[in-house]
Structure formats: C-alpha cells, structure tokens
C-alpha cells in the first residue's frame, strides 16, 4: 500500500461540499453533536479516499500509518500560532481546518479527549512552549521527543490518531516506526512479551501541565492517574498476535522491573531497533498522517521556533474504533471522555 495519499481536484470538491455543510451547523467541534455529524458525513467522503481510510482502520495494514496531502490551508485566515495549548474553545478561525481533520480521523472511529488532557478536549494543540523547550511534552522542542505510543502507560489509549500540520516552516520531522519493521531476536521478543516492565504516566497527564484559563482544574479526576503513578502495574510491550503484533512504548517513561537485568537489556535493543526503523516524514500545512497507535510508535526531531506567530503548529486527535473493550473506562454522562 502506498503510504502517501493526494487528494485531487474532484475530491477536494467533495470534501469542500461535507465541510460547508458542517461549518453552517456548528461553531466548534468540542462537543458530542459535532464529533456525532463528523461521523455521518465521514460516510461520504470520496469513495477511494474512504475505502483507503478503512483498510487502515482494519489494523491490518502493514505500513501502520497513511500520509493524506492536498488540503490547502489559508495561512492568513487561520491567524497566528498559538502561543500556548490553552485556547478557546469556540469560535475559532479555524474551524475549518478542524472540521476537516475531525471528518477524516470520524472514517476510522470515534474521537474522543481525555478529562485529565485539556479537560477532554478532542482537538489539541501541538505547538513550541518555551518553559517546556527541554521536556518530554508535545512543546518541547530543544530535546529529540522520544518514542512513544500515546498513552502508552494506559489500557484505554487510542486505536489510533491522527496529526495534522497547520505550519511547519522549521521543517521539524515526525518520525516513526512501525513493530512490523523491527529487526529483533526472537528471544528479545519474547522478553518484549513477558510483564516485566513499568510504563508511568507522561507528564501531559498532570494537574500542572493542565492548568487552563479556560476552566477550573477538578483535582479528583487526576486521582486515576495519581494511582497508576503510586502503584504501576508490570506489562509486556509487545503483545497480540505473532503475526500481527501490538506495541506499547513511551521510552522517557518505561523502564524494567527493578533488578531485572534481561528485560533492560531487552528494553535497550527494543529501542535501537526503533531506531534503525524509524522513517521520518517532514509535514507541510495541510497535511495529515493517521497512525496505528497499537503498531506505530512517534516522536519528533529537534528544531529551532521563534515563538512568534507563524510558528510551528500541529494539531492531534485520538480515535476509539472499537479494536479494545474499553466502554467501561468512559465517562458514564460523556462517552466520547475518557476517565
């Protein structure tokens, strides 16, 4: 399968027909109408572009990932680069632009936003925060982020994501590795597949990375993830089928059970051998890449932003397609937030 899908004219036609008709019905895409309308236009979407996104949402492509280019983005008209991740919710310039990446991540399942990220925003930004330049977030960016799987450490992680570039003018680069391409010894392998290692929560998940003026912090919903950080439980990292292999990897957060030798071991090639698979893609604005987040691990180059208003910005969006029984783990009022 070709990892590179261009939109052409008649397509894009298409897809400008389904975005006008949401632009006219919502303001924002933050709420369970919306992400519901997304699902049903995402039915008719153009029909090669479709039949594509649901051969990846099958989890049975190989390559794991799909790079969608095309779109054109009005670089006036969405306005400046956010300087934080604490936006508005409404009423945004760019609305557009979420439409359409909602849309396409809808043909592969439902999206949904974590209580205990942005307060279950569905839609988050991606861009350099200077006082994090050198952490393991999303706004680093002076530090290689490492690979990772999107909330590796937890059972009701996404299926998949997908990202998408509004600006990238210091030509940062997405890397990423699929399980299927690594080179590793069975017996590696088989380490790999054993509960001996601890996954923590990133950092993404904590009330001082979620502090917002867009609303109050509820200290009691971190208190899930305050026990993961407490008392971690020993998974394996590769896991599934042998011909169809899973992954969990968050490299800044993993490390084997204490005193266990063979599995840091183990834990060191499985990380050289994301290394030596690692293929990197340098988005451009309007491009979006949807990821297997059970079979692809991501991180991302170090660059060099100026922290001004055409800055480095991506957005991402989690999707729940029904490949892990998870409906247990949703909020009971909100299904699309996940607790």
């Known amino acids: 399968m070709d990892r590179v899908y261009t939109l052409n004219k008649v397509e894009l036609s298409e897809i400008k027909a389904l975005l006008g008709e949401l632009y006219a019905r919502f303001s924002t895409v933050e709420n369970e109408e919306a992400a519901l ?28 990932y799909i790079l969608i280019r095309g779109f054109e983005i009005d670089d006036e008209a969405i306005g400046d680069s956010p300087q934080h991740w604490d936006q ?16 396409l991540s809808s043909a592969i399942g439902g999206v949904f936003g974590w209580r205990t990220q942005e307060n279950g925003r569905f839609l988050r930004h991606i861009v350099p925060i200077e006082s994090v330049k050198n952490e393991q977030l999303g706004g680093s960016s002076a530090t290689t ?11 009701g992680r996404a299926d998949f994501f997908t ?8 030509k940062a680069t997405t890397n990423i590795a699929c ?17 001996r290692f601890i996954i923590f929560p990133d950092k993404s998940h904590t ?21 993961m950080m407490d008392n971690p439980q020993s998974v394996s990292l590769i896991y599934g089928r042998s011909d169809l292999p899973m992954m969990r990897v968050d490299q800044a957060f993993v490390s084997p059970v204490d005193g266990d030798e063979e599995a840091a071991a183990a834990l060191a090639e499985l990380h050289e051998a994301l290394d030596r698979a690692a293929i990197t893609l ?4 309007g491009d979006i890449v949807l990821l297997d987040n059970l079979r692809v691990a991501h991180g991302r180059s170090v660059y060099q932003p100026d922290y001004g208003p055409k800055h480095r910005w991506m957005r ?24």
């Open 37 to 64: 309308a997304c699902e049903v236009a995402a039915t008719r979407l153009p029909a090669g572009l479709l039949a594509l996104l649901r051969i990846v949402a099958s989890g049975y492509a190989r390559s794991g």
């Open 88 to 103: 508005p919710w409404h009423d945004r310039p760019y609305l557009r632009e979420e439409l359409f990446q909602v849309l």
């Open 145 to 155: 982020l490492m690979w990772h799987t999107e909330e590796a450490f937890h059972i």
């Open 163 to 170: 990202l998408m570039c509004y600006r990238n003018r210091e």
């Open 179 to 195: 399980v299927d391409d690594l080179d590793l010894p069975e017996a590696t392998v088989e380490i790999l597949r054993q509960p």
């Open 207 to 227: 009330p001082v990375e979620n502090s917002s003026e867009q609303w109050k912090l509820n200290a009691e919903a971190f208190s899930a993830i305050q026990e």
């Open 282 to 285: 340098q988005m451009e604005p």
């Open 316 to 339: 991402r969006v989690n999707i729940d397609n029904g490949r892990r029984i998870n409906f247990g783990l949703r909020d009971s009022q909100k299904i699309r937030i996940m607790l």
